[in-house]
C-alpha cells in the first residue's frame, strides 16, 4: 500500500520536527506505525468479509474509471485538438497539414510530408490535425455502449459476449458492403435529364440497374435469417441493430454512400467510412470491457474455477466431517438443521464451479494444458453432482435420526471406520483438486494419487467389514436402523465417488492430451452447426419468439422510413435508424418477456436519456474553455457510470434497468462542448433532440408490448403451470419406471426432473399477481401456493435421487461430449415426453426381484401411484382456477383427499419389512459383503424403502396444501 507508507512517513517526519525528545518520537511513531496497521488490517478484513460486494464495487469503480479516461478526448478541448485536430481540418484529416492563405481565396491545407522541407515561417502556420480523423469524434460514444453491452462479472464471459457483439457488428457492416458492390449509388434519386429541380414524384435512381424490391427483400431475409437462428443472443443484438441502421441509410435518397478518403488498399475499403469507424469503435469498446474485468484484479474464470473447486472440496469435507461428528453422539441436538444447512450450501460451491468452467474456455480456448486442466475440472464436477445426491440421502437420515433403539450399538461398530475413512477420503479428494489445477499429471502426483487411494482402499474394506459384524444379529432390513443404514450407505457411495474420480484422472489427462487440437475445432464447428440446426430452428417456440422480436422492428423501421422529412416538429424523424435500432438492442431470446420486463425496458431506455441530460444541464452551465467544465463533466459522468454499472452488476431485479441507464447514457453523455459559434446554444438544441429521443423510444416499446400481447397467446400464469404439468407428469413417469424396475429409465427421468424443476422456478417470479397491471376476471393467480407446492416436490424429487442411487447397479461419474446450450435444451425438451418403458422380465434388476415378491410391495407402489395421481391432478387443477367457486374436479378431489387416512405414511412399510425379513432369512449365511457397503444389498434395500416413506410424507404435504385451498 504505497499511500499508506507514504502518509505514514510524511506524518513521521511532522512529528519528529515537532518534537525535541527523540524518546516520544519514538514511541509516536510506534502508535503511528500501529494505528496504520490496524487500519489496514481492517481493510483487508472487511474484503475479505464482503468479497461479493466488493468484487461488483471494485469492477464498477474499474469500468467507471476506465470510461472516463476514455472520455477524455471527448471532456478536455486541449485533448480534443490534440486527439481530433483542428476544427478547420476536414473530418477525414489526421497528421500535420500547413495552412495556406492567398489573396482572393479561401484557406487551404495541404499535408506536410516532411517537416524539413518547410520554411521558418511555415511553422507558424501548421494545424494539427491529430492523429485520429475526426469523423471518428462522433462515434467514440459507441466505444462505451459496446462495453457496457458485453461486460460481465469474469473475464471469460466478457470475452464471449465481446466476441459475439463484434462479430454480429461485422456481420451487419458485411451485408451492407455487399449491396453497395451490387448497387454503388444507393438508393440516390436524380431529376431526369440532368434537370436541376423537378416534382419529388418525377424523380429517378441515379442507378439505372437499382431495384428496390431485391433490397428490401434482401433486408428482410437477412434480419429474419438470424433472429430464427440459434445464435447466441448478445451476436443478433448487435447485427440487427446495426443491419437496420446501414439499411436505413442505404434506403434514404438523402446518403451518397459509406465511402471515405482514407483508402485501406484493399477491396475498396476506407479507413474513415462509415462501416470502418463502427468496426473499429465495437472492438476498442470490446477491449475496454476485457481490460475492467482485469485491473485492479483479473477476474479470471480460470483462477476462479481452482478457487471454486478448494471451497467445494473443503465445503463437502466439512459437511461430511460434522454430519459423521454429530451422528456418531449419543443424543438428537439442535445443531442437526445447522449441519443440513452446511450440506445444502455445498452444491451452491459445484455449481459455482460449473459456471467458471463454461467460461473459462473464451479465456484460453483450450490451448495447451488449459483444455486438459478444463477436461479435469469437468469430470471433477460431474463427481461433485454426484456427491451432492448423496449428500441428500445423509442429509435426510441425520435430520431425522432420534438416538434411539439400537443406534448408539450401530455406531459404536461403524463410527471409528467412518471417521478414519473420512479423513483419507479427505486427503484424496484434496489431491483430486490439486492435479486438475495444472492439467498435467507428473509422475510424482500419480504415484501419491495411488498411494492415497491405497489406504482409502484398505479403510473402505474395514468400513464394510465392521458394518457386517454390526448388523450380523440384526433384521435383514431394520426399521429400528432405517436412517442408520441410510446415513452410512451414503457415506459410502461418497468414498466410491471419490475414488473413482482419483481411478479416472490420469487416463482422462493422457486421454485429452492427445486430442487438443481436434477437441477445439470440434467445439468450434460443433456450435455451428447447432446455430442452424433445422430440428432446433424448426421449433415452434423458437419460430414464434422470432416473429415476436421481428415485427416490432419491422414495424418501427416501417414508421420511420415513411415519415414525413419536411416536418421537422414531428415526433418521428425520416430514415431514422433509432427505434428499430434500439428495440433490436433489447430482444428477448426466450419466454421470459413479461410486462415487468418490458417496463423494465422503458424505464432503462427513457431514464437513459433524461439523467444524462440533467448532467450535461449542470456540465453546460460552464463554458466550453473553462476547466471546471471538463472537470465537472469527468466527476459526474464518473459518479453516473459508477451507480448505475455496480447497480448492473449487483442487483438481480434491477440488472437489466443498471445496464441500460449505462449503454443508452452513453450517447448523451460522451459529447464535447465546442467553442465558438452555436456554443451557446448548443445544449437546448440537444435537448430537444434528446427529447425526440424519448418518445420515440417510448413508441417503439409500447408497439413491441402491443405486438407480443396480441401474438403471444399465453399469460406467465398459464406457462408456469404447463411447465409444471410436465414436471409432474415427469415425476409421475420416473415413479412408474420404478415399480417397473427400470431403474435406469428412472435415473435418465431423476436427471430430467432436476433440471424442469430449475426451468419451472424461474416462473416464481414472473406469475406474481401483484405484478398484473390491469388485472382481468381471471381469479388471482395462486402464487403462494405455486411456490408452496415447488417447496415440497424439492423433497420429494430429492428422495426420487436416493432411489436412483440405491436402486440402481452403480454408475460413476463421467464426462460427456461438450453440447452447445440450444441443444442442450433441444433434448431436455424432447425427455419431456417420454414415458416409462416395460421392463423384459429377464432383465428385471436383483434388487427389484426382492422386493417384487412381496405381497406389501404392491400395496405400496398402489399407494404412492395413486396418491402421486391424485394430489399432482389436484394442484394442476387449482392452479389453473380461474373462477371464484368450486370446479367439479375439485370437489371430487377435495373429497379424496379428505377422505385418505394416513396420508403422510406410506401403507404396510412395517408389513414390508416383515416380508423381506422373512424372505431373505434364509440366504443371510450365504451373502458375501463387498469391498464398499455401495454394493451392499441389504443397505441398499433399506435405504430405497427409507426413500419410499419420505416419498409419501412429501407427497402428503402437498396434499394438506391442497386441502388448505379448499375455501370456496
Sequence with gaps: MPAVEEESANSGRTLLLACCDTGEVDEKLKLLKSTVGRQAKGTIKYMDQNKIFMGHLSLALSTATLVVMFGLPLFSSHLRTIVFGDHRCDPAAHGLYLLKEEDGTEPTLTKVKDLSSLEVSDYMN?????????????????????????ILT????????TLQGFFGTFLATLNVWVLYQIFPLGSQMECPGGAETCDPIEMVYKDPNYIPAVVWAEAILFALFWLVSKAP?????????????????????????????????????????????????????????????????????????????????????????????????????????????????????F?????????????????????????????????????????????????????????????????????????????????????????????????????????????????????????????????????????????????????????????LAAKKETSKCKNFWGGICGMIADM??????????????????FLPILVTFLIAYFADADNENHIFVSHAPLMPGTLALIITASYGSTFKGNIDRLVGL????????????????????????????????FLYFLTFSYVYYSSKTWGFVGCALCGFGAYPLMVSCEAGEGAAGSFNYHMRSNYKVIAQTTVAVLIRMFIETA??????????????????????????????????????????????????????ADTSPQLEFAPGPRLPFKHKFFG??????????????????????????????????????????????????????????????????????????????????????????????????GLAELKDSFKKLSGMSGMLDLEDAPGFYTQVNHHMSGQLESLKPGDSLVDDMQARLTVVVGALKSTTAALGEIGVLCLKENIY
Design 126 to 150: 501548421i494545424v494539427d490535425c491529430g492523429f485520429i480523423p475526426s469523423s471518428y469524434k462522433g462515434y467514440w460514444p459507441n466505444v462505451v455502449q459496446f462495453c457496457f453491452f458485453s
Design 154 to 161: 469474469n473475464t471469460g464471459t466478457t470475452v464471449q459476449l
Design 233 to 349: 443472443k448478445n451476436m443478433v443484438m448487435f447485427l440487427a441493430s446495426y443491419h437496420v441502421y446501414f439499411i436505413s441509410k442505404f434506403l434514404n435518397p438523402a446518403v451518397s454512400g459509406l465511402t471515405g478518403s482514407l483508402p485501406m488498399g484493399f477491396l475498396g475499403l476506407y479507413w474513415d467510412s462509415e462501416p470502418t469507424i463502427i468496426n473499429m469503435t465495437s472492438l476498442l469498446g470490446g477491449v475496454l470491457a476485457i481490460v475492467g474485468t482485469l485491473i485492479p484484479k483479473p477476474l479470471l474464470n480460470t483462477k476462479a474455477l481452482q478457487e471454486n473447486a478448494l471451497t467445494a472440496v473443503e465445503g463437502m469435507t466439512d459437511a461430511w466431517e460434522k454430519a459423521i461428528d454429530y451422528f456418531i453422539g449419543d443424543t438428537q441436538q439442535a445443531v442437526r438443521f445447522s449441519v443440513a444447512s452446511k450440506m445444502d450450501a455445498v452444491k451452491g460451491s
Design 351 to 507: 455449481d459455482r464451479t460449473e459456471d467458471s468452467i463454461n467460461g473459462a474456455w473464451f479465456e484460453h480456448f483450450d490451448i495447451g494444458h488449459f483444455g486438459v486442466a478444463r477436461e479435469l475440472f469437468r469430470l471433477f464436477v460431474e463427481a461433485g453432482h454426484g456427491m451432492n445426491k448423496l449428500l441428500a440421502i445423509a442429509k435426510t437420515a441425520l435430520v431425522r435420526e432420534k438416538f434411539d433403539g439400537n443406534h448408539k450399538e450401530f455406531c459404536s461398530g461403524v463410527g471409528k471406520d467412518m471417521k478414519e475413512l473420512n479423513e483419507a477420503t479427505t486427503d484424496l479428494f484434496m489431491l483430486c483438486c490439486r492435479c486438475c489445477v495444472d492439467g498435467h499429471l507428473s509422475r510424482e502426483e500419480k504415484e501419491e494419487l495411488n498411494e492415497k487411494l491405497s489406504v482409502v482402499k484398505g479403510k473402505e474394506k474395514d468400513l464394510a467389514r465392521s458394518y457386517r459384524e454390526t448388523m450380523k444379529n440384526q433384521p435383514y432390513v431394520s426399521e429400528d436402523l432405517s436412517n442408520e443404514n441410510c446415513f452410512v450407505y451414503g457415506f459410502a457411495a461418497y468414498v466410491r465417488t471419490v475414488v473413482e474420480l482419483a481411478n479416472d484422472l490420469p487416463d
Design 532 to 549: 442452424f440446426s433445422c430440428d432446433l430452428l424448426l421449433q415452434a417456440d423458437n419460430l414464434k419468439f422470432s416473429i415476436v422480436n
Design 606 to 637: 427513457v431514464l437513459g436519456n433524461v439523467i444524462p441530460l440533467l448532467v450535461l444541464a449542470v456540465v453546460f452551465s460552464f463554458s466550453c474553455e473553462s476547466w471546471m467544465r471538463t472537470a465537472a463533466q469527468m466527476i459526474l459522468v
Design 711 to 764: 401474438l403471444l397467446d399465453k399469460a406467465p400464469r398459464d406457462l408456469a403451470v404447463d411447465q409444471l404439468k410436465d414436471l409432474l407428469e415427469s415425476v409421475e413417469d420416473a415413479y412408474e419406471e420404478f415399480f417397473e424396475g427400470d431403474f435406469e429409465g428412472m435415473k435418465e427421468k431423476y436427471d430430467q426432473v432436476q433440471k424442469m424443476l430449475a426451468s419451472c422456478e424461474t416462473y416464481y
Design 788 to 885: 408452496d407446492v415447488q417447496a415440497q416436490l424439492k423433497v420429494a424429487i430429492s428422495e426420487l435421487g436416493v432411489l436412483a442411487i440405491g436402486a440402481g447397479d452403480w454408475t460413476k461419474a463421467q464426462v460427456g461430449e461438450e453440447k452447445s446450450s440450444m441443444r442442450q435444451a433441444q433434448e431436455q425438451e424432447e425427455a419431456k415426453h417420454r414415458h416409462p418403458g416395460h421392463v423384459p422380465k429377464s432383465a428385471i434388476p436383483p434388487l427389484h426381484g426382492i422386493m417384487s415378491r412381496q405381497s406389501n410391495f404392491s400395496l405400496m407402489q398402489k399407494d404412492i401411484l395413486q396418491t402421486t395421481k391424485l394430489v399432482f391432478d389436484t394442484v394442476l387443477a387449482l392452479l389453473k382456477q380461474e373462477k371464484e367457486e
